[in-house]
């Protein structure tokens, strides 16, 4: 009888030892997919800044500046960035918006299929009045 209860019993802890084990490596992979996405993020959010500084950050082109795209150098991931523009005039000042959008895909075989978007939408305006720079309203 003592036996019977004895192999019960280590065959109950070797259940609960693969069970434990089983959720701790549950939980090391969710944790390193949230660290890869928190780099990612900050991959796209590096691509949405490196847009918007493209947009004559100090002012010193009296015309609007254009829109910029392209694939800045992050390391660990490959970042597209994209933007687009929309002319409007308000009496004698010209207001350009722009949306720049920022995909990051985290590279290597450590980090498949990661990916973070952000987008933002920035204002820039010209006063016509404005003969000195910075030209911005």
């Known amino acids: 009888m003592s036996i019977i209860t004895g192999i ?14 089983s959720v701790i490596s549950t939980s090391h992979v969710n944790l390193a997919a ?8 900050q991959a ?6 490196w847009g918007m500084y ?5 002012a010193h082109a009296a015309a609007l500046p254009d829109c910029v ?13 994209t933007c687009q523009s929309w002319d409007t005039t308000e009496g004698v ?17 450590k980090a498949p299929g990661i ?13 016509a009045t404005i003969s000195a720079a910075p030209y911005d309203c």
């Open 34 to 41: 949230d660290i890869g996405g928190s780099r990612a993020y």
């Open 93 to 109: 000042k010209q207001i350009r918006i722009y949306r720049i959008g920022s995909v990051a895909v985290a590279t290597g075989a």
């Open 8 to 21: 019960f019993l280590l065959v109950l802890m070797a259940a609960l030892a693969a069970a434990m084990v």
């Open 44 to 49: 796209a959010r590096a691509g949405v800044e």
């Open 115 to 127: 990916e973070r978007r952000i987008e933002v939408t920035v204002e820039k305006c010209r006063d």
């Open 69 to 81: 795209g392209g694939s800045p150098a992050i390391p660990g991931h490959t970042v597209t960035v």
């Open 54 to 58: 493209q947009l004559d950050p100090n």
